[in-house]
C-alpha cells in the first residue's frame, strides 16, 4: 500500500501488476502469447482440409436485438475496464477479455459474416505482437534511462486518482489489455474457423 501511494497508483493491484512485480506480469503475458502462437500453428489448415463458406444462420429477433444492444455497451465497458485499471478494480487482463468477448456478440447476434468484416484476424495477429513489443521496450526503456527494467522512473506520478497517474503504469496496464484483447481474438477466431469454415476434403 505505501509503495503504490508513494507512485500515485490509488488501484493497489494495479501497483503490484505493473510496477512493484511488473517482471511476474511480463511472464504472464508471455505465457498468453505462447499459447496463441501454439494455437495459430496447430489450428493452421491442412492439406487435407478445405473451406466451405459459413451459411447464413436464423437468429431469433429477440436474441439478434439483445445482442446488437449490449454489443457496443460491453465494448466499451472493456475499454473503461482496461483505462481506468490504475484507478479502480480491472485493468487490462480484464478489460481485454470483456472488449474481445464484445466483438463475438456479433456473431451472435447476426451471423458468422458479419463478424468476420469487422475481425480481420491477421490485424489481431499483428496487434498482438506489437502490444508484447510495447510491454518489452516500456521495460527496456528504463535500463536505457539507467534503472532497472520495467523500474517506474520514466514519467512523472503526476496527480493521484486521475488518469495520468502511475507514471508507465497506465503505459503497460494499456499494453496488456491490448495484448490480451487481440490474444482472445485470434484464439476465438481459429476455434470458430475449426467449428465453422474447416472441413476434411472427403466432406466429413
Known amino acids: 500500500m505505501r509503495a503504490s501511494l508513494s507512485r500515485h497508483t490509488a488501484n493497489t493491484v494495479a501497483s503490484v501488476n505493473f510496477d512493484q512485480r511488473a517482471f ?5 503475458m508471455t505465457i498468453l502469447f505462447a499459447a496463441v502462437l501454439g494455437c495459430v500453428v496447430l489450428l493452421r489448415q491442412a492439406r487435407d482440409e478445405h473451406r466451405d463458406r459459413p451459411e447464413p444462420s ?3 429477433v429477440p436474441v439478434r436485438r439483445y445482442a446488437l444492444v449490449v454489443l457496443p455497451v460491453a ?5 473503461y475496464v482496461i483505462a481506468h485499471g490504475q484507478l479502480s478494480p ?14 463475438h456478440l456479433l ?4 451471423d458468422y459474416a458479419a463478424l468476420e468484416r469487422v475481425r480481420p484476424v491477421e490485424a489481431y495477429e499483428m496487434g498482438d505482437a506489437v502490444s508484447a513489443s510495447a510491454y518489452l521496450v516500456l521495460g527496456l ?4 534511462a539507467g534503472t532497472a ?3 517506474n522512473t520514466l514519467l512523472p506520478y503526476g496527480t493521484f486518482n486521475t488518469l495520468s497517474s502511475g507514471g508507465t503504469v497506465p503505459l503497460l496496464n494499456a499494453a496488456i489489455g491490448m495484448e ?3 490474444a482472445v481474438v485470434v484464439l476465438l477466431a481459429r476455434f470458430l474457423d475449426q467449428a465453422v469454415e474447416i472441413a476434411e476434403e472427403s466432406g466429413e
Do not use: S
Open 24 to 28: 511476474d506480469t511480463m511472464g504472464e
Open 58 to 60: 436464423e437468429v431469433a
Open 75 to 79: 465494448l466499451v465497458t472493456g475499454l
Open 90 to 103: 480491472g485493468g487490462g487482463f480484464q478489460g481485454g477479455v470483456v472488449a474481445a468477448t464484445a466483438l
Open 107 to 110: 456473431y451472435l447476434g447476426a
Open 141 to 144: 526503456a528504463g535500463v536505457l
Open 149 to 151: 527494467f520495467l523500474a
Open 180 to 182: 490480451v484483447a487481440c
